[in-house]
């Protein structure tokens, strides 16, 4: 079946140093979403992309799309200790499912 | 505008049992999916509901099943109750319309124990 793979499942820095997670799916995806969920709480949508090599920005965060939609990449530039938590990707498929991947949780030292 | 709510919040109940979830979307998103979520397997696509009827479904056996109100609330079931059932269940509303899937309003989940 149709697969969202995340890599790295855990990352730990130094406040301060940079952190990018990385998407890629087996097949083309309509969008892909971005998720935060920090320890103890629920998903909190970030962005979505929809358009082939698409950039957006968000403060300290770029979001990537690939130019073939099958993959993504979330990158945070130095990172603070309120960054902590898991990031998702989710995209969704031609069949109009959305498929997480197994998330990014990012760790913090102060 | 109020979030998604998810009724319980806990929930303890012992294998073969039955257990019903509720979910109250953001007024006006039509649109609701439920999602599992544990541990090892990340977060897993249950179904989506959109307009009373079943848009979308994951790749759970037939003890899951969940149906959509005329006001979009929603409520999942899951029969004869497995100690694997154990997880978070999320509860996420959208104003999505025909088009497809947009950003998700997470609820809080209901933490669902099995023993």
């Known amino acids: 079946g149709q697969q969202v793979m995340q890599i790295p499942q855990y990352q730990h820095v130094q406040e301060g140093e940079d952190f990018t997670t990385y998407c890629n799916s087996s097949?083309?995806?309509?969008?892909i979403q971005w998720y935060k969920q920090r320890p103890g709480g629920h998903p909190v949508f970030l962005i979505q992309?929809?358009?082939?090599?698409e950039v957006k920005k968000q403060k300290r965060l770029t979001f990537q799309f690939g130019e073939a939609k099958k993959n993504s990449s979330l990158h945070i530039t130095a990172t603070q200790t309120t960054d902590v938590g898991t990031y998702f990707c989710?995209?969704?498929?031609?069949?109009?499912?959305?498929?997480f991947g197994q998330g990014t949780t990012l760790q913090v030292k102060p | 505008k109020a979030g998604v709510t998810q009724t319980p919040r806990y929930l303890i109940k012992t294998r073969g049992q039955q257990v019903t979830l509720s979910c109250s979307p953001i007024?006006?998103?039509?649109?609701v999916s439920w999602y599992q979520q544990t541990p090892g397997q990340g977060l897993q696509f249950l179904f989506e509901?959109?307009?009373?009827?079943?848009?979308n479904k994951g790749n759970f056996p037939g003890r899951f099943s969940g149906r959509q109100f005329s006001n979009s609330r929603s409520e999942m079931n899951v029969s004869t109750l497995e100690l694997g059932d154990s997880a978070l269940y999320l509860c996420?509303?959208?104003?999505?319309?025909?088009?497809?899937?947009?950003?998700?309003?997470f609820g809080p989940g209901t933490r669902l124990t099995v023993t």
């Open positions: 996420a509303s959208s104003s999505s319309g025909t088009g497809g899937l947009n950003e998700q309003y």
């Open positions: 097949t083309t995806l309509s969008n």
């Open positions: 992309l929809v358009k082939s090599g």
């Open positions: 989710a995209g969704l498929s031609n069949t109009g499912k959305l498929i």
């Open positions: 007024s006006g998103h039509r649109s």
């Open positions: 509901y959109f307009s009373e009827t079943q848009r």
